[in-house]
């Protein structure tokens, strides 16, 4: 038997501040799983390095330090594959890799090219090896942040392991009619399958029989295929296989509030991941709790939400791309830039809804899993700097109606035993 214990992101800027038990029990619990999992959500540098023109929402960067915090709970694998993990550039990503590997932890989802960053880590536990992959699926102005390999005499190109996404809009034959004389007097460009691509993500197209009218997605099998490949080649030296999937897309193209559904070529992808052989499937991303799935007997948490959450607590520098996309002054330093948006992006660091999550320990044996327990966490949303982001235990009456909305469609079941949320199997 192997037990594992997971997180979501940790997007950490600064230390923990000092806390009683309640920090207490969450190292505790993490400590009981044999292979302990977080989202690595930030780029840890000790020098300045120049900020990228694109950014996961806001840059974010971090002393090298501050995975002294997230070793001393315990974590042994830190998946890095986000969309923060190229705020600065190749030079970022390079220092967070150096540290990693200086310091002998275990990591996956970035490196020097693309045969790197799709490399699993592998954790040694008692009952064998067992292998971690870290994957992100990115907004699509992010593609630049994919990682490369060498051709033709030319080197790798450092980067991300990205899964990329084909977005399709089905309409019908009028509605197609009439866009399509827009989209000719606009120049846009003619797809093979004799649609119209627009803004680089969606190609709309007369809906064919049986199709629905509407919006789908599919994974880049490209992609797919790397990162199926990679998964079934580590059954081969491993007695189990984890696959990290960092990805905020949804279903309905509404705000974060509503984002518990995730997209239909991340569904697409999990599956195909466990068919592939991976024993299960740990989200994060879009910074709130989505559903829990059983699949094939293994589970799938689609976003296990925040656990460390300090981006907006004590920004002290900021590059100008910050203040040019929220039409600030220039002159304004990073603390001030912060607190005059932070309603910004669906009011990420105001909503308790970003605020509350769990952190799930199970138990896998001949392939199949026999226990799943959460312990509900809760973020601080104290107004004092220095306190805002970190987490504390829970009642599960604050989580359990948010993991039961987002797992109805699963059929997942949860029961309130004690102080923590079980999964019935």
């Known amino acids: 038997m192997i037990s594992f214990t997971a997180t979501g992101d940790s997007l950490i800027l600064e230390h923990f501040p000092e806390m009683d038990k309640d920090y207490e029990i969450i190292k505790q619990q993490i400590d009981r799983g044999n292979v302990r999992i977080t989202n690595l959500e930030t780029v840890l540098a000790d020098e300045p390095h120049?900020?990228?023109?694109?950014s996961g929402g806001g840059w974010i960067t971090a002393p090298s330090a501050v995975l002294n915090d997230l070793e001393d709970l315990g974590f042994n694998f830190y998946a890095c594959a986000n969309n923060h993990a190229m705020d600065y550039s190749y030079g970022g990503l390079l220092s967070t890799a150096a540290e990693l590997r200086r310091r002998k932890l275990n990591f996956a989802g970035i490196g020097e090219s693309m045969s790197l960053a799709?490399?699993?880590?592998?954790?040694?536990?008692?009952?064998?090896?067992?292998?971690?992959?870290?994957?992100?699926?990115?907004?699509?102005?992010?593609?630049?942040?994919?990682?490369?390999?060498?051709?033709?005499?030319?080197?790798?190109?450092?980067?991300?392991?990205?899964?990329?996404?084909?977005?399709?809009?089905n309409v019908t034959e009028e509605q197609f009619r009439v866009y399509s004389?827009?989209?000719?007097?606009?120049?846009?460009?003619?797809?093979?399958d004799g649609g119209y691509c627009i803004d680089n993500r969606h190609t709309i197209k007369p809906a064919k029989p049986g199709e629905t009218i509407g919006r789908y997605t599919t994974p880049n099998e490209a992609d797919?295929?790397?990162?199926?490949?990679?998964i079934s080649a580590s059954k081969q030296i491993s007695s189990m296989t984890v696959v990290c999937m960092h990805a905020h897309a949804n279903k309905l193209i509404e705000s974060y509030l509503n984002e518990t559904e995730p997209d239909y070529y991340l569904e697409d992808f999990v599956h195909r991941a466990i068919d592939a052989g991976a024993d299960a499937v740990v989200g994060s991303g879009?910074?709130?709790?989505?559903?829990?799935?059983?699949?094939?007997?293994?589970?799938?948490?689609?976003?296990?939400?925040?656990?460390?959450?300090?981006?907006?607590?004590?920004?002290?520098?900021?590059?100008?791309?910050?203040?040019?996309?929220?039409?600030?002054?220039?002159?304004?330093?990073?603390?001030?830039?912060?607190?005059?948006?932070?309603?910004?992006?669906?009011?990420?660091?105001?909503?308790?809804?970003?605020?509350?999550?769990v952190i799930p320990?199970?138990?896998?044996?001949?392939?199949?899993?026999?226990?799943?327990?959460?312990?509900?966490?809760?973020?601080?949303?104290s107004s004092v700097p220095g306190l805002k982001g970190f987490p504390h235990p829970?009642?599960?009456?604050?989580?359990?109606?948010?993991?039961?909305?987002?797992?109805?469609?699963?059929?997942?079941e949860f029961a309130v035993i004690g102080d923590r949320i079980e999964v019935l199997l």
């Open 394 to 412: 829970c009642a599960p009456e604050l989580v359990i109606d948010d993991l039961r909305e987002a797992s109805r469609s699963y059929g997942t």
């Open 286 to 357: 879009c910074h709130r709790l989505r559903g829990i799935e059983i699949y094939q007997g293994k589970p799938i948490f689609y976003s296990l939400g925040n656990f460390v959450f300090t981006v907006y607590a004590d920004s002290a520098r900021m590059p100008y791309d910050y203040l040019e996309a929220r039409d600030l002054p220039w002159t304004m330093p990073g603390p001030s830039a912060v607190a005059s948006s932070v309603s910004y992006d669906a009011d990420l660091s105001i909503n308790p809804v970003y605020y509350r999550s």
């Open 118 to 169: 799709s490399q699993p880590a592998y954790v040694q536990t008692p009952e064998g090896r067992v292998a971690l992959f870290s994957v992100a699926a990115l907004y699509e102005h992010q593609h630049g942040a994919r990682a490369g390999d060498p051709h033709d005499g030319l080197p790798g190109r450092p980067g991300l392991n990205i899964l990329r996404r084909n977005c399709y809009i």
């Open 50 to 54: 120049f900020a990228n023109t694109f």
């Open 181 to 192: 004389e827009i989209a000719e007097m606009a120049g846009a460009y003619r797809t093979e």
């Open 224 to 230: 797919m295929n790397r990162i199926l490949s990679q």
């Open 361 to 381: 320990y199970w138990e896998m044996e001949d392939g199949k899993m026999k226990k799943l327990e959460l312990l509900p966490i809760a973020l601080d949303m």
